[in-house]
Nanobody, 115 residues
């Protein structure tokens, strides 16, 4: 199993930045892929960024050019740098890990973009 703990959410003004962190309970080198999802009130959970063990990353169109996913294998942590935030980015953000055929989730961290 993999335990994931997200941190770094909060309240930010439009145009601002936040960096989310996801700490894993085991070496992320052994994890096939890790990702970030978000869920806004009344909406389905949406995949927004994903990074493989080979450092290949992809993004949903709405965050391309604004968000960057990265990984620090030494710290067993994946990050999501979010720039130029918009009110529509407001959601609970979840970290995921694909490991041995199962997907694991963190508890989520709230991001609110508002003036």
């Amino acid at each position: 199993q993999v335990q994931l703990v997200e941190s770094g959410g909060g309240l930010v003004q439009p145009g601002g930045s936040l960096r989310l962190s996801c700490a894993a309970s085991k070496s992320i080198i052994s994890i096939n892929a890790m990702g970030w999802y978000r869920q806004a009130p009344g909406k389905q959970r949406q995949s927004i960024a994903r990074i493989t063990s080979g450092d290949s990353a992809d993004y949903t169109d709405s965050v391309k050019g604004r968000f960057t996913i990265s990984r620090d294998n030494a710290k067993n942590t994946v990050y999501l740098q979010m720039n130029s935030l918009k009110p529509e980015d407001t959601a609970v953000y979840y970290c995921s890990a694909d490991y041995h055929g199962s997907r694991y989730w963190g508890q989520g961290t709230q991001v609110t973009v508002s003036s």
